[in-house]
């Protein structure tokens, strides 16, 4: 225990010698040059002794920059003559000519975006079988119902292959086919069926 305290206190001191050491060395540098006041005093003083030389100016269209404008261009008769040509008559036309279409050459209509119903996109609701209604059978067994329980739409399921649609009925499910209405202008839709996928 006695041994390790003297370790300490002895590297402690030849720490606080070592520093002592280099600050002692660092202030005979000092001494021997001169402080940072004399370095820019002379500084000020070699500048002072250089002459100063001015650089002139450059202006276009004259020789030197002293030279007087010439007296044939005057600003007020520019004014004058700006005031007495102040009338403005009509442009030149553009087109002169309309351009005359013939029957062959009709100019095509714009590019439109075509709706969205002939894309395959996905459903999502309850498959519920109800093949008749009152005794009368329907066009389409199948029908999509929301959570709950309206019916989003009807599901023509003649496009899925190799699957029994039978096996989803009441389950919540996915659909990958094209929405349409089941007559131009009606509000009933149908989904043209592709795939058929369990969700749960």
Known sequence: MGNKRFSIVRIHFAIFAL?????????QEQKGSSGLADIFAQSSESKSSDEVVEVEPVVVGRDSWNEAPNSGTNGGEKKEKLSENSQVGELDAIETKQANFDQNGLPLLPPKVM??????RNFEGTLVLQPRKLGFVKSFAYQLENA????????????LRSINPLQYNGKKVNLLGKLEPIEPGSKKLVIRAKIIRLIE
């Open 19 to 27: 520093l002592l050491a280099f600050n002692f060395l660092d202030g």
């Open 115 to 120: 709706p969205a119903v002939n894309l395959n």
């Open 148 to 159: 709950s329980g309206k019916r989003l739409a009807y599901v023509d399921t003649q496009g």
